[in-house]
């Protein structure tokens, strides 16, 4: 069974940093890209990004490049999301999910929340 | 990016019978070198992540019952539910996975009249 598992979300003020993590099994971790997305309070989903199998290539959404890092460690089977220098529009409940072209499989996700 | 346009922000069906939820895109997600349409449709209920129903615009993930169906090409979408139960109370997406940023529908909320 495809489980993932985020962790790190939390209260962070603005200009602040984060890392978010996921923790995939069920699945060969390192045969498929992977996905972040978000989705803020009372909104629609937000793809943020994703990665390659072995994290060479990376693309973003243009409100979050050069703010957050996609990585990923195969080894431990592993996916990340550092973010830093967070806004008060970042707040929301970020996923994790597997690629297979879109996103098929999905975690419960990490609630982020930037506020002072 | 690409802009997916849903219609209508919201809808209300009686038991058993069709709901229709259409998406727009603003620029063909239709591949031409193998015919496929990268979209997918998704439903989300409260306080869960979405869930995937269709992709290739009308392709059903395995376990989603068959009066969920997909339809179009290029620019314009449908979901179909042939005749709505208590549990299609939800939320739907339209995604377009054509090029990044993957962007995501507005959402269309489904509720029983």
Redesign the interface.
Known sequence: EVQLVESGGGLVQPGGSLRLSCAASGFTFSSYWM?WVRQAPGK????V??TNQDGTEK????SVKGRFTISRDNAKNSLYLQMNSLRAEDTGVY?C?RD??????????TLVTVSS | DIVMTQSPDSLAVSLGERASINCKSSQSVLFSSNSKNYFAWYQQKPGQPPKLLIYWASTRESGVPDRFSGSGSGTDFTLTISSLQAEDVAVYYCQQYYSPPHTFGQGTKLEIK
Do not use: C, L, R, T
């Not at chain 1, 629609?44 to 793809?47: C, D, K, R």
């Open positions: 996905i629609g989903p937000e793809w990004g994703n693309y973003y959404v243009d996923y999910a297979g072209g879109f996103p098929d499989y999905w975690g419960q996700g």
